[in-house]
């Protein structure tokens, strides 16, 4: 059995966005270890894995737009159970963000800002060497965040563990 050293009386619903490639879910996972030791059980969901297990493969802007929408309701209908969730998805447009900061009193938005030409330096997932198009950040222009709550640059210099540790740290001053 865990024991938390810090009494759960809050629940957050935080929401990871940047571009294909930013490094959302690698960082988003190692921030979800450190946040789930002293905030209690959360609930991890990358928008990848919600593509592939319904089967999702539309890419055109209206149809990412509608996948962001159902994103965005189901981070919303898991955060109201009182669950801390961490949501990571690419989901650039406004008005996905200005429905989560709506519908969610606790809702904490986290964007991570990694430029084109730095994703595509790094041939990670080879996003943006395939044919496929509609690609957010270079097909389909993105809606970047204004006002995240927390903004971490990614140029790739620093290691995804510090990275994380920067977002906890940030979040920690957020949340006071």
Same mark, same amino acid.
């Given at each position: 059995?865990k024991v938390y050293k810090k +009494?759960?009386?809050?629940?957050?619903?935080?929401?990871?966005? #940047?571009? +294909? #490639?930013?490094?959302?879910?690698?960082?988003?996972?190692?921030?979800?270890?450190?946040?789930?030791?002293?905030?209690? +059980?959360? *609930?991890?969901?990358? #928008?990848?894995? *919600?593509?592939?297990?319904?089967?999702?493969?539309?890419?055109?802007?209206? !149809?990412?737009?509608?996948?962001?929408? @159902?994103? !965005?309701?189901?981070?919303?209908?898991?955060?109201? @159970?009182?669950?801390?969730?961490?949501?990571?998805?690419?989901?650039?447009?406004?008005?996905?963000?200005?429905?989560?900061?709506?519908?969610?009193?606790?809702? *904490?938005?986290? $964007?991570?800002?990694?430029?084109?030409?730095?994703? *595509?330096? @790094?041939?990670?997932?080879?996003? $943006?060497?395939?044919?496929?198009?509609?690609?957010? #950040?270079?097909?389909?222009?993105?809606?970047? +965040?204004?006002?995240?709550?927390?903004?971490?640059?990614?140029?790739?210099?620093?290691?995804?563990?510090?990275? !994380?540790?920067?977002?906890?740290?940030?979040?920690?001053?957020?949340?006071?």
């Amino acid at each position: 059995m865990k024991v938390y050293k810090k +009494p759960i009386n809050k629940t957050y619903a935080i929401w990871i966005t #940047g571009l +294909p #490639g930013s490094g959302k879910t690698t960082i988003g996972k190692l921030f979800f270890k450190k946040f789930e030791k002293k905030f209690g +059980p959360t *609930i991890f969901v990358n #928008g990848d894995d *919600i593509r592939n297990i319904f089967n999702l493969k539309k890419f055109d802007l209206k !149809s990412r737009i509608d996948l962001a929408m @159902q994103y !965005s309701k189901f981070f919303n209908f898991i955060a109201k @159970q009182k669950v801390n969730i961490i949501f990571t998805c690419v989901a650039m447009f406004d008005e996905v963000r200005k429905f989560n900061k709506k519908n969610n009193k606790n809702y *904490i938005e986290i $964007y991570i800002d990694a430029k084109i030409k730095n994703i *595509i330096s @790094q041939k990670r997932k080879r996003l $943006y060497f395939t044919k496929r198009k509609n690609m957010i #950040g270079i097909d389909i222009k993105a809606e970047l +965040p204004k006002n995240p709550h927390i903004k971490i640059i990614n140029n790739f210099t620093k290691s995804t563990r510090l990275l !994380s540790d920067e977002i906890y740290k940030k979040f920690l001053k957020v949340i006071i």
